[in-house]
């Protein structure tokens, strides 16, 4: 093998996309192509058997996201291949499960032959800058992620500094009760109520028992305050 040749696997499950995605690679003077597979099954089972430095993986193959699942079984074992998703697929969920597998770059099907090429020598050399509308969408997923830690972190310091009396509010407010019906469950005044319900909103930093009980809904807690 000549130095510094970059060892290429595919894995496209249309037959012609596979056999042009190999051309296009043979026909360069630093790559070959080591391996080529139909199914997110074959391209594991190849890069168990050989070494290679890229692989051009499609998402969707025997299944929707087979490309994602084979990226994410390669990765466990080789963490050094580089693998460039190769898809039709521009959703941002499809984007964020498929960079979120360690995967170094995401190309659309039909870009220009030099613009492959490109990526692929840039992921070979760490390199890689990704296309504007795949960096957004990532940077998006990440920042989100963030706020959700953050949310998260303030839930439980919040928690923590409940009352068993304040716990048990939550858990009728989780349940749809209305103020009187608390009263009446628990047999206390209404204003006491009103003013428990006060320290609650307080401690979590809301103007409603609403947005107390939608931000236990989105972490998905509600089974910290089950009887």
């Given at each position: 093998?000549?130095?510094g040749?970059?060892r290429?696997?595919?894995?496209e499950?249309v037959?012609?996309?596979l056999e042009d995605?190999?051309d296009?690679v043979d026909?360069?003077?630093?790559m070959?192509?080591?391996g080529a597979a139909s199914?997110?099954?074959?391209i594991?089972a ?6 290679c430095?890229?692989?051009l993986?499609?998402?969707e193959?025997?299944t929707?996201?087979?490309?994602i699942l084979a990226?994410?079984n390669i990765l466990?074992e080789?963490?050094n ?8 697929h521009?959703?941002d969920?499809?984007?964020?499960s498929?960079?979120g597998?360690g ?8 870009c ?5 090429l ?24 990440y920042t989100?992620l963030?706020?959700s ?7 439980f310091?919040?928690v923590?500094?409940l009352t ?10 989780l349940e749809?009760?209305?103020t ?6 628990r047999?206390v005044?209404m204003v006491?109520?009103k003013?428990q319900i ?7 930093d ?12 989105r972490?998905?807690?509600e ?5």
């Open positions: 093998m000549a130095q040749m970059i290429e696997m595919v894995a499950d037959e012609l996309l995605f190999c296009i026909q360069e003077l630093d070959e192509v080591v199914s997110g099954q074959q594991c190849l890069a168990q058997e050989k070494d430095d890229v692989i993986m499609d998402v193959m025997e929707m996201t087979a490309g990226a994410e466990a080789k963490p291949i580089k693998i460039i998703f190769l898809t039709a521009e959703t969920s499809i984007i964020t498929a960079m597998t995967a170094v770059d995401y190309v659309v099907k039909g220009d032959d030099a613009v492959l490109d990526h692929i020598r840039r992921a070979y050399t760490d390199t890689t800058v990704l296309e504007a509308h795949i960096r957004q969408t990532v940077m998006r997923e989100r963030h706020q830690e953050r949310s998260l972190i303030f839930f310091n919040s923590a500094r068993p009396v304040e716990r048990e509010l939550v858990r009728l407010l749809g009760k209305k009187a019906e608390i009263a009446r469950i047999c005044e006491t109520v003013t006060k320290g609650l909103l307080n401690k979590f809301c103007s409603r028992t609403k947005e107390i009980v939608q931000m236990i809904h972490l998905g807690l089974h910290l305050f089950l009887p």
